[in-house]
T-cell receptor
Framework: EAQVTQNPRYLITVTGKKLTVTCSQN?????MSWYRQDPGLGLRQIYY???????DKGDVPEGYKVSRKEKRNFPLILESPSPNQTSLYFC????????????FGSGTRLTVV | KNQVEQSPQSLIILEGKNCTLQ??????????LRWYKQDTGRGPVSLTI?????NTKSNGRYTATLDADTKQSSLHITASQLSDSASYIC????????????FGTGTRLKVLA
């Protein structure tokens, strides 16, 4: 089944403790992206990647890192999480091309205390 | 500034009734517009995609319209069901050469029995 898989689904952590949220897609998509979703603000892009070893900042990149060593994986790294990073996170992927859209993962609900 | 605005913010209807959700955008240059359905705590799932030359597209009980001149789109839901309760997000892609998707904040629909 074609899908984007995120892990974990739920995560509670303490301020300052490094964490990684994994994202993997099995559709051979070139483009991958991370979003966070907060009440009343909609989905905001954190980072995106056009292909392997090509990443760029989205609208809200502060406090996050990403890497794209393989086409299928695009982990999101929080080096020193803070409570304002408590949010619902989505990974998404899409093929290249003009008329394309995202396939989203199921989400990771992160709470930083 | 590229923006996507949706209305209403929330909507409550009775099962079996029809409803229409609105999306106005100022994204330029325009590539395509997609409507997503997002169940609570889950990733958005694509309903329809519309390009510049399309003005109506249906997916079962969902019908999307696009007026590229006025930069407006609507999503009409016919004979609503309890399972239609979700957030509906309008996403516009700019054809600027990068993968820039602009998200609306969504309309939260509640269908009551």
């Amino acid at each position: 089944e074609a899908q984007v898989t995120q892990n974990p689904r739920y995560l509670i952590t303490v301020t300052g403790k490094k964490l990684t949220v994994t994202c993997s897609q099995n559709m051979n998509h070139e483009y991958m992206s991370w979003y966070r979703q907060d009440p009343g603000l909609g989905l905001r892009q954190i980072y995106y990647s056009m292909n392997v070893e090509v990443t760029d900042k989205g609208d809200v990149p502060e406090g996050y890192k990403v890497s794209r060593k393989e086409k299928r994986n695009f982990p999101l790294i929080l080096e020193s999480p803070s409570p304002n990073q408590t949010s619902l996170y989505f990974c998404a992927s899409s093929p290249q091309g003009a008329v394309t859209g995202y396939t989203f993962g199921s989400g990771t609900r992160l709470t930083v205390v | 500034k590229n923006q996507v605005e949706q209305s209403p913010q929330s909507l409550i209807i009775l099962e079996g009734k029809n409803c229409t959700l609105q999306c106005n955008y100022t994204v330029s240059p325009f590539s395509n517009l997609r409507w997503y359905k997002q169940d609570t705590g889950r990733g958005p799932v694509s309903l329809t995609i519309m390009t510049f030359s399309e003005n109506t597209k249906s997916n079962g009980r969902y019908t999307a319209t696009l007026d590229a001149d006025t930069k407006q789109s609507s999503l009409h839901i016919t004979a609503s069901q309890l399972s239609d309760s979700a957030s509906y997000i309008c996403v516009v892609r700019a054809s600027s050469g990068t993968y820039k998707y602009i998200f609306g904040t969504g309309t939260r629909l509640k269908v009551l029995a």
